[in-house]
């Protein structure tokens, strides 16, 4: 049986790649969209700017628009300097061993545990160990430890893909390591760690079951950091859930949706500003 000649072979795999590719993209955006022609008809300033009513059937989710950006923004503030931090520590400060070793290892466990076990931890020890309850608080710090594995890695790569000559050009200009690590290498690894910052937003405000499970799913505004509040996507899934009210929960998937693709177009924009900057 003749082979086939390697620019043919080339040929055949780069289809197949960008066939998949496509495949991908198609899917998507078929969801992408199907979320938002069902629910766009149904937002309004009354629905963003109001507070539910009748459990979700009527009024709007302006308390969990709320509720939302503080459960994740929380979480990422208090997760994304132990991450990078972390990052540097594992990168900069310390030479490879079994405690390396070991606290990569248990990232990367840490990141394929489902959320429900997280959920499950938060509940038993910030709602009830701690006296927390079922709080803002209680589920941003659930969601820091969810997404701390994901900032850690994102920044080790991030920091590990500056080159070395540039350490040892700021060396060569006397620089202590701390002026070479804030001064060199994080900015030029800003646009990486960037990237799994915005990555680990995303999952936060995506999440259900964690937050389900310490921070609530009160439909009220939370007025403190200690009270209970419910998210866009743990109010969609209780109105789809329930059947309370479809066309709510379409507009409601369709308000997240838009809100993390305005996230992740200010991030790829920043990151672009950054690395300008950098060149």
């Known amino acids: 049986m003749r082979r086939l000649s390697p620019a043919i ?24 969209f199907y979320i938002l022609i069902k629910g766009l008809p149904y937002i309004t300033w009354e629905f963003l700017s109001s507070a539910p009513k009748s459990m979700g059937r009527k009024g709007g989710i302006f308390p969990m628009i709320v509720g939302t950006f503080l459960v994740s923004g929380l979480a990422v503030l208090i997760a994304a300097p132990l ?34 076990i997280y959920g499950l931890f938060g509940f038993v020890f910030f709602s009830i160990a701690l006296g927390m309850g079922l709080s803002v608080l209680s589920g941003a710090l659930t969601l820091a430890l969810m997404v701390l594995p994901t ?16 350490r040892e ?20 690894a800003l646009p990486g760690i960037c990237t799994g910052i915005v990555l680990s937003l995303g999952r936060s405000i995506s999440e259900t079951a964690a937050v389900m499970l310490t921070a609530g799913s009160a ?19 209780i109105l789809s859930r329930e059947g309370l009210s479809m066309e709510k929960g379409y507009a409601t998937a369709s308000v997240l949706i838009i809100i993390i693709l305005i996230l992740n177009a200010f991030a790829y924009w920043l990151m672009r500003r950054f690395m300008r900057r950098a060149t």
């Open 169 to 188: 050009a700021s060396y060569g200009l006397g620089s202590t390591r701390w002026q070479m690590v804030t001064r060199i290498v994080l900015p030029v």
């Open 151 to 166: 900032i850690i890695r994102t920044a080790e790569e991030a920091i590990r893909a500056v080159p070395y000559a540039y």
């Open 83 to 116: 991450g990078v931090g972390t990052a540097v520590y594992l990168t900069e400060y310390t030479r490879e061993s079994r405690f390396t070793f070991l606290l990569r290892f248990g990232a990367d466990c840490l990141a394929g545990i489902p959320s429900i």
């Open 9 to 32: 072979s080339q040929r055949i795999a780069m289809g197949i790649l960008w066939l998949l590719t496509l495949a991908t993209i198609a899917v998507l955006f078929y969801i992408v």
């Open 219 to 237: 439909l009220r505004l939370p007025q403190s950091a200690f009270d209970s509040s419910r998210t866009l996507a743990l109010h969609f899934y």
